[in-house]
């Protein structure tokens, strides 16, 4: 038996490159950075062979400088950027740059696809079709690039890509096929009715594995690229979310992910796709064989504390500036925030609303406003628990990560709004860390991603629901509410006197 595993996450500005033992204890890690290519506001693309290339370096460094074994590293698997559409042609080679998940070009196409297929689109697929999902820059290339589009065989997406070229073999896991919306989620197979609806052929879309099957060993050709040996196993891995809920240990169907990053993400397991939130919440395939996870997307979350701050405090430790909120009170002294300040994903699907902060008093301190941008994330955070209530949801543990876990204060807002139990974990390590559960319970060190998460996952401080503090945020997010409404005519208006983006 080997004595690593590697969970390899391939995100939008690095690859980072975790190596583990059998006790979960990260004993390396290197990453890799590459570039965003945006040839014009809205795209955004990138080269697959840089993912290739960053993955390698990753991996030799690991052998070279951290002095890894090759011959104890004894598989390999993924967590990887969702959604980037990879075209390749009859002999696997790549044709054009990724067309990435943050590339907003295709409104068109997903206009085409509502108006074909409307709610049948969203029954089949349990999403919507957004800019953001793989089908409408399938549907832009084959509209606007008829000569590439001629030379494509296959689509992939990125972590799947990097998969074939370790391995010579092609393959989409399902957590990430759902996010193509190309796959029929309840039957578990390419939709024929989508790709007959909008002339793509069905062998154009890849085999489909589960995220802990085998996929295949190292080639002799990767094998000299990278200093791994051919006996390495490679598992199918995971979409990043799907990845960091395995990585968070959200297992099991009482549990919620509460992510507050640069954007910010609530994610409930799943324990069958009965339920339809009508593409509200983005609704996948999780990395456990035949279970599912929901999620919602708050667009700016941290990135709304990071604004605020830059913008007003920029010299100031950032830990002092978020526990500064703790002077103010529980709903800022009736200052009250809405994140929306690059448009919003869920619970509203909407591109133009902008952000605000309504109800400011002559006498609120600049520390009321940093409470108010803390509440007003998760108030949005709020509204997709509600979402789940209303579809009789039943949950009693929320984790939470990513920076905003950081702040003791903020975990315990957390807390307070959502009236749930929220805690964080010890050694947190996001998506990789479920990349290398997923290579660790293929291998069968473990039987299954549960029963590895016993060994691998630690969770730190619970923080209780102040019953006091509950009511009295209750009674603000009933307010918060209205804003979205009140404020979405406003923020067309203004449209015309932003800056244009880059
Ligand atoms: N000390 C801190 N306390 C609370 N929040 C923090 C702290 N440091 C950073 N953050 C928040 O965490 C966010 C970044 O989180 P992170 O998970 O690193 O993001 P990502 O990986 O998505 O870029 C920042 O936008 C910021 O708002
Ligand atoms: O689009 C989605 C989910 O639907 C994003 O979560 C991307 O998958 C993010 O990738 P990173 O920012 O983690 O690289």
Redesign the pocket.
Known sequence: MGKYVLGVDLGTSAVKVSALDHSGQIVAQESFDYDLIQKQPGYNEQNPEDWVSGTTVAIVRLILTDHLAAEEIEGLSFSGQMHGLVLLDENKKVLRPSILWNDTRSTPQREEIEAKLGDEFVDITRNQPLEGFTLTKLLWVKENEPDIWAKAKYFVLPKDYVRYRMTGNLAMDYSDATGTVLLDVAKGEWSKKICDTFDIPMSMCPPLIKSVDFAGTVTPAYAEFSGLTTATKVFGGAADNAAGAVGAGILHPNMVLS?????GVVLKYEDNADVNYHGVLQFEDHAIPDKYYSMGVTLA??????WF?KTFAPAED??DF?ASAAKSTVGANGLLYTPYIVGERAPYADANIRGSFTGVDGTHQRYDFVRAVLEGIVFSFRDLFDIYEENGGDFDTVVS????A??PL?LQIQADIFNRKVVSLKNEQ?PGMGAAMIAATGLGWFDSLQDCAQTFVHFGKAYEPNPENVKKYEKMHAIYKQVYKQTKAISEQLLDYRKEEL
């Open positions: 992510s507050i990053g640069t954007s979350a941290g990135y709304s504390l990071s701050k950032f830990t978020v990560i990513g920076g905003g950081k702040s903020w996001g």
